[in-house]
């Protein structure tokens, strides 16, 4: 059978990674890239210790958290998992911004206005305000998951350690918190009281909206920072003195192929992969999973 004029001789000869599908099945190799890949983030790792402190820890309830962060085994799959984390923080960021398509805070308004007009019952209100609170739990959740995150991975140079200031430096203080029905607990972490953010939100929800959703608010200011970090060079994002500087620097200068560079180097090498791909320049976060399906269709 052939498929778009590929022939089934094709199929027969294909091979993933290298391995022909004459001796192995193509599932068994890619659950082995899949095994690989988990390894190098750190992920279902028994040797590998969460060092999170596993004292007083927040329910998921009340935290949001219910993501386990791991300590990645280098910097390439800090990198992989970090990029991941600021995906999703950006993601659930733009839900609250007001002046993006689409936010929950337009859709209460909305529906409020709509109420008001007799267009609409309370209930369609109530279900406006889910969405919200629904949403806000989901950006601690994903907040809560990247701090925990950096913290785990403080060791692979000291830009982890201003990435983690920079994204708690977006949570607004105690008092404005308190008036969202949030707070933060002694670990850094994002809570929610959901019935103390509804009670906010049918007080005065435009107050609420403007504090996370706004221009400066809690949701733009770390919807800002994610993308400024997935926007930023590798080594910024490391540090000058992370383990692997100077082999980034080296790799991203020099115009040299991906054999010769892996031979000079001790980084693993799909780390050596995206920095021999970026030698145009310093590679930023943002492309980070592009190069990485490079690596896997080539």
Not at 30 to 39: S, Y
Not at 101 to 127: C, H, I, P, R, Y
Not at 232 to 261: C, M, Q, R, W
Not at 286 to 294: F, I, K, P
């Amino acid at each position: 059978m052939a498929v778009s004029g590929i022939s089934s001789n094709y199929y027969n000869n294909y091979s993933y990674n290298g391995y022909s599908s004459l001796n192995t099945s193509w599932k068994e190799n890619a659950e082995a890239e899949a095994e690989k890949l988990k390894e190098e983030l750190g992920i279902g790792s028994t040797d590998k210790t969460d060092k999170t402190d596993k004292t007083d820890k927040p329910s998921s309830s009340t935290s949001g958290s219910n993501k386990t962060a791991t300590t990645a085994s280098n910097a390439s799959g800090f990198l992989r998992g970090y990029q991941t984390a600021l995906e999703e923080l950006e993601a659930s960021s733009q839900k609250l911004q007001i002046y993006e398509k689409d936010n929950v805070f337009s859709k209460l308004d909305d529906v409020m206005n709509k109420a008001a007009n007799g267009q609409a019952t309370d209930e369609d209100v109530k279900k406006a305000q889910d969405e919200v609170i629904s949403a806000v739990q989901d950006f601690v959740k994903d907040y809560n998951y990247a701090v925990d995150y950096l913290k785990q991975n403080v060791e692979h140079g000291s830009g982890v350690s201003a990435q983690l200031e920079g994204l708690q430096r977006g949570i607004p203080n105690e008092k404005t918190l308190k008036a969202l029905g949030m707070s933060v607990d002694k670990n850094g972490r994002l809570q929610v009281d959901e019935d103390g953010l509804r009670e906010a939100l049918e007080k005065d929800p435009e107050e609420v909206k403007y504090l996370i959703g706004g221009q400066y608010g809690m949701a733009d200011r770390v919807g800002n920072k994610a993308t400024s970090s997935l926007d930023s060079s590798v080594v910024s994002i490391l540090g000058n003195d992370a383990p692997e500087a100077e082999e980034i620097k080296k790799a991203t200068s020099e115009s040299t192929t991906y054999g010769s560079a892996k031979k000079q180097s001790t980084m693993s090498d799909s780390f050596m992969q995206f920095a021999s791909f970026a030698k145009s320049g310093a590679y930023n976060l943002s492309n980070y999973y592009a190069v990485s399906m490079l690596n896997i269709l080539v």
